[in-house]
Every structure is written in structure tokens, then in C-alpha cells.
């Protein structure tokens, strides 16, 4: 990881980019726009004290470009014989643009390199992965998405393989990611519906995304059967990292069940109930994993290891910064049905 001062600028550019690529007329300023972003991110991924996190960086770096220049080849193919240096698009653009936007967001069945990278990079980068490097590509894909057979095939198969991916997981890492896949799927949807319902819901997920990152880190769980060894010092904050997980599965009365619930409203409202019935049933089996992971810290009588030496020296600020995320969660439903009542 570089050092402060250059993360800084690393991340200025890489939000610039982002900015670039959503704001754009043109395909080839998109193209630009995601350029400027992975040259941002890769310095970031990579670590030279961590064999890990150079892998990692390596398969992302070789993934994106891939994509970079199947989209580049295919604009430019297209603007031989269509005007697509503008979003004007013909029956078999959006199929044709879509496609590396998809290999970019790891949507299924382009996620092959998703669980690989995020197994080998630090929290923060984790963190980023699954939400700041999703809103461009998913963002040029308003411009073309539409309902059909193509999009359906997407929404399922990203909805069903985030959904049973993570069933067979033990690494925290690998189960976020899969959890991903599953809230693209969702957020297609909202793409397809209303780009304002996409924004909610990115925006949304992208606040439980980061307080469930925040969480684990302060936890310093990184599998599943750590959750059992946790000291006296970390119960609130292992309450915390599981309270946002359930947020973030989408049961009620938190906050993530108020975008699925928006979708679910705007799928039954274009006709669309047999995708909302197994998007549901999908969203019961990212809840299974979740819960799996809770079960530790529901139970008032679990036995904790005598050999538990677990220290966790975390400093104040970033304890009151992740209760602060947390209580967006818990309360987050709470306060919409308020605001929402009053109108």
C-alpha cells in the first residue's frame, strides 16, 4: 500500500475517473474515464511486502484490461458502420457494449476472477472493489440495458450464483464477494426499472458494504470459525459486523431490506413476478449464509475457548466510526418509514 499522501492522490484519480467515464457523451471518453480508474486502483491493490496482494493486483490488472479492450475493439468496430461515438444504439449494442461493462463489475457469469482477487487484498481495497469500482461500469450500462432475454440471463444467473457461491464459504472474504454478485443481480434490475431505484440502491449498499468491511476489520475475523474467539473487548463490535450483515441480507426492520423492497415493488409493478419470486428466494439463501455466520453471537450460552488470546488495540475514533455506520443500519429503516409516514 502506497504512502498517505500518494493514497490520497491515487484516490482523487480514481474518483476522477469514475466521474469521467458516468459523465461522458461519448463511448471513447467512457473508455478514458475507466482507464483513468484502473490506473488509479492498481497501486493500490499492490503490496510488496505481500505475495498475495501483487497476485491479486496482477489478475485484476490482466481482467480489466481484457475487458478495456474488448470494449475499446468493439466501439470502434461499431462506429465503422453506426454512429456510436454517441449512446445511440441499434438491436445488438447493448449485448455487444454490456458485455466487458459485466466482466468490469464481476457480474455473473463473468465473476470467474471476482473471488480470486478479493481473497488477496487488503480490507480497505475489498472495500472499494465492491462498490466504488461497480458504479461506472454499472452506470454506462443504464445507457443500453433494457429488458430482455440477454439482461433476464444476467439478473439470474448473478442472483443465483451469489446466492449459492457462498453457501459452501468458510473465508469472510470470499462471502462478501459472492454477496456482491448476488446485490448486482439486484441492482441490474434496478437498472432496468429506474436509474433514480439504482441509485438508491447503490448508494444504500455501498453504506452496509462499508460498515460490514469496517466491522470485520476491527473484529479481525477473516473465517468464519474465528467468530467464535472474540474477547470480551470485541462483543460490541461483533454485534455490530453482524447486525449490518443481516442489513445487508435484507431482513426487516433494517436498513437493506428498504431497497429490496423498493425493487420488489417495481418488478411486480412492470410484470415481472416470476423474477421477483426467485430473486426473493435468492436473497433467503445469502440470508442462510449470513445467519450462519451470526449464530455465534446469537446464542446467550456460547462457549468461548480458554485459549483465546485475541487482542484488538483499536483506536476510538475508528470504534465511534463503525457504531456510527452500524446505527445508519439499525436505525436506518426506522427513520424512512418515519419520513415516509409524514409525507
Known amino acids: 500500500m502506497p504512502k498517505n499522501s500518494t493514497k490520497v492522490l491515487l484516490l482523487i484519480t480514481l474518483v476522477s475517473g469514475m466521474l469521467v467515464s458516468v459523465s461522458s457523451n461519448s463511448w471513447l471518453g467512457a473508455w478514458m474515464g475507466l482507464e483513468i480508474n484502473l490506473m488509479s486502483f492498481i497501486p493500490l491493490m499492490s503490496n510488496v511486502k505481500n505475495m498475495y496482494n501483487t497476485e491479486a493486483s496482477l489478475k485484476y490488472f490482466i481482467v ?173 463490535i461483533k454485534f455490530m459486523m453482524f447486525t449490518s450483515l443481516l442489513s445487508l441480507g435484507g431482513l426487516p426492520p433494517f436498513l437493506g431490506f428498504l431497497p429490496k423492497w423498493i425493487v420488489i415493488q417495481a418488478m411486480i409493478a412492470n410484470n415481472m413476478t416470476p423474477l421477483a419470486i426467485i430473486v426473493v428466494v435468492t436473497s433467503l439463501i445469502t440470508l442462510y449464509y449470513y445467519l450462519k455466520i451470526s449464530y455465534s453471537s446469537f446464542m446467550i450460552l456460547s462457549t468461548e475457548p480458554k485459549w483465546n488470546m485475541m487482542i484488538h488495540k483499536n483506536t476510538p475514533i475508528k470504534n465511534i466510526s463503525a457504531l456510527i455506520l452500524s446505527s445508519v443500519s439499525l436505525l436506518g429503516m426506522a427513520a424512512c418509514t418515519i419520513i415516509t409516514n409524514i409525507n
Request: proline letters at 3%.
Open 64 to 236: 480489466q484490461v481484457l475487458a478495456s479492450a474488448t470494449l475499446l475493439f468493439m466501439v470502434v468496430m461499431k462506429t465503422l458502420t453506426e454512429d456510436l461515438f454517441t449512446f445511440e444504439s441499434s438491436i445488438y449494442t447493448p449485448m455487444i457494449i454490456c458485455t466487458p461493462l459485466l466482466l468490469k463489475s464481476g457480474a455473473a457469469p463473468f465473476h470467474w476472477w471476482f473471488p480470486g482477487v478479493m481473497e488477496g487484498l487488503s480490507w480497505e481495497n475489498c472495500a472499494l472493489l465492491m462498490t466504488v469500482q461497480k458504479a461506472a461500469p454499472l452506470m454506462l450500462m443504464s445507457y443500453l440495458i433494457d429488458i430482455n432475454v440477454f439482461t433476464l440471463s444476467i439478473i439470474l444467473m448473478s442472483t443465483i450464483v451469489g446466492a449459492i457461491g457462498g453457501m459452501n464459504q468458510t473465508s469472510m472474504r470470499k462471502i462478501m464477494t459472492y454477496s456482491s454478485i448476488n446485490h448486482t443481480g439486484w441492482m441490474l434490475i434496478a437498472l432496468t426499472t429506474s436509474e433514480n431505484l439504482w441509485m438508491v440502491y447503490f448508494m444504500i449498499y455501498s453504506t452496509l458494504a462499508l460498515t460490514v468491511v469496517s466491522a470485520i476489520k476491527l473484529s479481525g475475523v477473516s473465517f468464519i470459525n474465528q467468530t467464535m474467539m472474540t474477547n470480551k473487548e470485541t462483543k460490541l
